[in-house]
């Protein structure tokens, strides 16, 4: 057996993807979930920007504490992203392990 290279490419390409498109929707889901959990507070700062007894002081502070609080949590999203990345990555080299030793084993 011959090492083809390009074909060995395609599926490391193959592979990777199929590692990114079964992590996207948790990490989707996880996105909607870090939204729903700041909903109400969310809703507490608009209501404030809206409220012409609020001053632009108040709306500020909160505004701020909020994005905060919805940065932290982006942290854990980040995590999630990168550990996705590396089992991509993880997938690719497998494959072309894979089609070394094969091509290796039939010499």
Not at 23 to 29: M, Y
Not at 73 to 99: D, F, K, Y
Request: cysteine-free.
């Amino acid at each position: 057996m011959s090492f083809d290279f390009e074909v060995t490419f395609k599926s490391m390409v193959n592979a990777a993807q199929t590692e990114l498109l079964e992590d996207t929707e948790q990490i989707r889901n996880q996105m909607k979930q870090i939204l729903e959990d700041e909903k109400d507070r969310l809703k507490l700062i608009s209501a404030i920007k809206l409220d012409p007894t609020a001053t632009e002081a108040e709306f500020d502070v909160a505004l701020e504490n909020e994005k905060d609080v919805l940065e932290n949590a982006a942290l854990a999203l980040e995590i999630q992203v990168r550990a996705t990345a590396q089992q991509a990555i993880n997938a690719a080299i497998n494959v072309l392990n894979t089609a070394l030793n094969t091509a290796i084993q039939a010499l």
